[in-house]
């Protein structure tokens, strides 16, 4: 069974219908669950999506994300080892807009062989982490 990521961004461009990556996050969801990917993300994400769609959009979609979105995921806690690996990377990387929970993920998708991520953000890019 495919393993695949999911990142922040792929859980606001769902539920924000004039984000850009709209349209292929959604399509992305709808084939995960006809082809039945293991779709994979942790706390961190889901902290920094919490506070992003909070922040941005309102409870409304915090409320939707926690409904319909994230019960398609398996949510992974990153422990202590997982965080150190993370906060080395981002230290080593010393990129002022790489974010620790980008940093973790990519070391959690290293731990579990993972290479493909629903996501719409550059880092993903840069470490060679591609779309489904």
Known sequence: MKSVFVDSSAFYAVLTTTDPFYPQARALFEQAERE??????????????WA????RMG???????????????????VDPVLHAAGV???RQAHLRELSLTDCVSFEFMRTHDIT???????????EKIALP
Not at 36 to 49: K, M
Not at 60 to 74: G, I, S, W
């Open 36 to 49: 039945r990917w293991t779709l994979l993300t942790t706390n961190y994400v889901v902290h920094e999506t």
């Open 52 to 55: 992003l769609l909070q922040a």
């Open 59 to 77: 409870w409304k979609a915090v409320d939707d994300f926690l409904d319909v979105f994230l019960p398609l995921c398996r949510v992974e806690f």
């Open 88 to 90: 080395a990377r981002c």
């Open 116 to 126: 493909e991520a629903i996501a719409h953000d550059a880092h993903f890019a840069h």
